[in-house]
């Protein structure tokens, strides 16, 4: 279950991991997926396991305290196939396998690209957080934050690491608002205030390719990776 920790790695990781495997090949690009519990991390990564598999070499790691519920849930929907989706139990707060103590995670991931290779884009998700939760540099190469409606329209004007410095914050089950009375306009400027010219998207999983400019800005990020 991945839940040997050795000691090598720092407390904090700064750096980011190397691009290129043992043998000269590159690797997979690594993106996380953070948020509270309940935004719709897990939906959003079967969405995109969905959008994305005809076009890429997926794999998937989940994090959850002592369950595989995550990881259960994707094979259940059959988003990929069985080998290409592995657990981390993370046995504290999931920030510490993503940020603090990523051992469990790198295990997991490097696993999977010595099964699997070539891997085109693995997806790291972590079990529901706080506005805190971030990745390590050294585990993922971008990161995703995603909230919902239904946390309240004043999550991006409280910010916190996760909402202001992601890669990519995504605003999720935006067909909630009108019932749990969420000012969509709101969010979008105070978004805009928290983040700069950090990119912003609305999302419905609940509608017909909700999850398409998600979707679209991981195509970016593949892009990106091929051309450094």
Known sequence: MHLDHPTSYPSRHTYSAPRTRE???????????GGPVGSGKTATVAALCRALREEYSLA??????????DADFLLRHAV??????????????PHTA?????????????????????????????????????????????QVFVIDVAGGDDIPRKGGPGVTT??????NKTDLAPYVGSDLDRMARDAA????????????????????PVADWVRDQVAQWRRQ
């Open 166 to 171: 992601a890669d990519l914050l995504v605003v």
């Open 98 to 142: 993503i940020r603090d103590d990523i051992s469990a995670n790198l295990e997991a991931v490097e696993d999977l690209e010595d099964s699997l290779a070539p891997i085109d884009v693995i997806l790291v998700e972590s079990g529901g957080d706080n506005l805190t939760a971030t990745f390590s540099k050294g585990l993922v190469d971008a």
């Open 23 to 33: 043998g000269g090949t590159t690797r997979a690009l690594r993106i996380g997926l």
């Open 80 to 93: 990929l196939p069985p080998e290409r989706i592995t657990a981390v139990e993370t046995g504290a707060c």
């Open 193 to 212: 205030e928290q983040r700069g010219t950090l990119p912003v998207l609305f999302t419905s999983l609940a509608q017909e390719g909700g999850v398409a």
């Open 60 to 69: 998937v790691v989940t994090n959850d305290i002592y369950t595989r519920e």
